[in-house]
């Protein structure tokens, strides 16, 4: 799985996680390491308790602290955007072995936290990320 994870523990049960992973985006073609954020989860019983602010709290200072860019894909803008991420507005594409291609169902759901090594970005550059199995926004 690889990455850098948080647990959420109550009752020596675990309730909440998050992870971040090292990727690499391309914004027109300029490369950005990015901590790409992903498996984000609270247990429902345990939902809108702060766990899920906080999990992403911590790994939002880790994606300062490592990366130029943070970025994941959701669902659920408005949770993310309370916490400083922004909408990407732009087109977005996998990089694989033979060429781009275009994932226009995921522009919507891709979203970026800038830190301070963020390069400028207008939020509607060309947005690539690498071709993975599954999911790859």
Excluded: K
């Excluded at 998050?18 to 391309?26: H, N, Q």
């Excluded at 939902?47 to 970025?71: C, F, K, N, P």
Aim: aromatic content about 8%; overall charge negative.
């Amino acid at each position: 799985m690889g990455g850098v994870h948080w647990l959420a523990v109550a009752d020596g049960t675990v309730v909440g996680h998050v992870s971040v992973v090292p990727r690499i985006l391309e914004a027109d073609g300029a490369p950005i390491v990015t901590g790409y954020v992903e498996a984000v989860a609270v247990h429902p019983d345990w939902q809108r308790r702060g766990i899920g602010s906080r999990l992403m709290t911590e790994s939002a200072q880790h994606v300062a602290d490592t990366y130029a860019l943070g970025a994941l894909g959701t669902g659920e803008q408005p949770f993310y955007e309370r916490l400083g991420w922004e909408r990407w507005h732009g087109p977005t594409f996998e990089r694989t072995a033979d060429g781009d291609v275009r994932t226009a169902d995921d522009d919507d759901g891709v979203m970026v936290l800038r830190v301070p090594a963020s390069p400028p970005l207008s939020l509607r550059e060309r947005l690539s990320c690498d071709w993975r199995p599954g999911d790859s926004w």
